[in-house]
């Protein structure tokens, strides 16, 4: 990815936090990941100057936080001038359709249901690597 695009994880289950950025170092990515496992946190850094200043980012969004709703950083991440390029990478337990097509209208770029099974959860977060490895962020 040219650069050095930014890994913002939001994800508070920790044991999923792990396995997402094992299997996204095991796909040969080494960009940074900033992990957060709460909302307010995770935006409170997005809107730094410094971040908005210094993109571009790939975010990484758990829906089901324990402050908020993922959909609700999507959104605010979504309407600002600065980070709406960001491209956002939707990875939940939620599988329910209304929910998905409301983050894609939202402006989620990929929404990726995580298997209760682990093999399964591997494999999704092994084709997010080779997703990211390929993918060319906008500056924000």
């Given at each position: 990815m040219?650069?050095s ?8 289950d920790h044991?999923h936090?792990?396995?997402i ?17 709460h ?6 850094y997005?809107?730094?100057?410094e ?5 571009p980012l790939?975010i ?7 402050d908020m709703?993922?959909t ?8 600002d001038e600065r980070?709406?390029?960001a491209?956002?990478v ?6 329910d359709k ?10 989620c ?5 995580k298997?209760?099974d ?9 084709q ?13």
């Amino acid at each position: 990815m040219s650069h050095s695009v930014k890994i913002v994880m939001v994800e508070d289950d920790h044991g999923h936090a792990k396995l997402i950025e094992k299997n996204i170092r095991r796909a040969n990515i080494a960009n940074d990941i900033v992990h957060f496992d709460h909302g307010d946190a995770a935006l409170e850094y997005l809107f730094t100057d410094e971040v908005r200043a210094h993109g571009p980012l790939l975010i990484l969004l758990d829906l089901n936080l324990p402050d908020m709703s993922g959909t609700d950083i999507l959104e605010k991440v979504k309407s600002d001038e600065r980070l709406r390029r960001a491209p956002v990478v939707i990875l939940t337990t939620t599988d329910d359709k209304v929910e998905i097509q409301r983050c894609y209208d939202l402006g989620c770029n990929v929404y990726i249901t995580k298997p209760v099974d682990y093999e399964a959860f591997a494999g999704a977060i092994q084709q997010l690597g080779l997703f990211l490895s390929v993918m060319q962020a906008p500056e924000i």
